[in-house]
């Protein structure tokens, strides 16, 4: 067990419809870091936050959004949603200190119809 | 990120020691090497890390050659549990050590 949690575990939704992914990282982990890994693609960096402030950003497309909030769980936006956006979607935290040792969660399989 | 290359896949007896090579020649000298696995759709898992020493922890130990362009990973026992994904990572310091850059990796499969 990571210490990461991400909810919900499996989600299908059909084509155009939005869905909130959530994470909370380890406790006192102040970075949250979203991955996606589809089929086809392997794990892609999507976006970092750090104390609630973006940090890095990746191949996120615009139809995708990420905050952290005060209490530092983070929730990823999909919106318009496309066939191709099936995939697991991971969550990391890392702690301070630039280890570079990232916890992630079990992830957030979504499937879209 | 400096690229680092792989092989595909990997096969190994169980009990004997899991060598994972990966050729990272473009590093730069403040560029650490990282180690994830991941063991079918579960979230990643780091394993170790090194910049220029060789490296030990409980799970593996870290081979990287003098000239820093390549590494191996060392599973000294194997087990069947031991079958995954194994990612080497050369991330982009200009971005911290933590915006990993995941490749296709090697799928090394444990064999009883």
């Known amino acids: 067990d990571s210490g990461v949690t991400q909810t919900p575990k499996h989600l299908i939704t059909a084509t155009g419809q939005r869905v909130t992914l959530r994470c909370s990282p380890r406790?006192?982990?102040?970075?949250v870091y979203w991955y996606q890994q589809s089929l086809d693609q392997g794990l892609q960096f999507l976006i970092q936050?750090?104390?609630?402030?973006?940090?890095a950003k990746g191949n996120i497309l615009e139809r995708f959004s990420a905050q952290q909030f005060p209490d530092l769980h983070s929730e990823l936006n999909l919106s318009s949603l496309e066939l191709g956006d099936s995939a697991l979607y991971f969550c990391?935290?890392?702690?301070?200190?630039?280890?570079?040792?990232?916890?992630f969660g079990e992830g957030s399989r979504l499937t879209v119809l | 990120d400096a690229k680092t290359t792989q092989p595909t896949s990997m096969d190994c007896a169980e009990g004997r020691a899991a060598n994972l090579p990966c050729n990272h020649s473009?590093?730069?000298?403040?560029?650490?090497v990282y180690w994830y696995r991941q063991i079918h759709s579960q979230g990643p898992q780091y394993i170790i890390h090194?910049?220029?020493n060789n490296e030990t922890n409980e799970m593996a130990s870290l081979i990287i050659t003098e000239d820093r362009k390549s590494s191996t990973l060392i599973l000294p026992h194997a087990t069947l549990r031991d079958t995954a994904v194994y990612y080497c990572?050369?991330?982009?310091?200009?971005?911290?050590?933590?915006?990993?850059?995941f490749g296709t990796g090697t799928r090394l499969t444990i064999i009883p």
């Open positions: 990572i050369v991330p982009d310091p200009n971005f911290g050590n933590e915006k990993l850059t």
């Open positions: 936050y750090y104390n609630g402030e973006e940090r």
């Open positions: 473009t590093i730069s000298g403040n560029e650490y």
């Open positions: 090194g910049l220029k």
């Open positions: 990391a935290s890392s702690g301070l200190g630039d280890t570079g040792e990232l916890f």
């Open positions: 406790s006192g982990d102040l970075s």
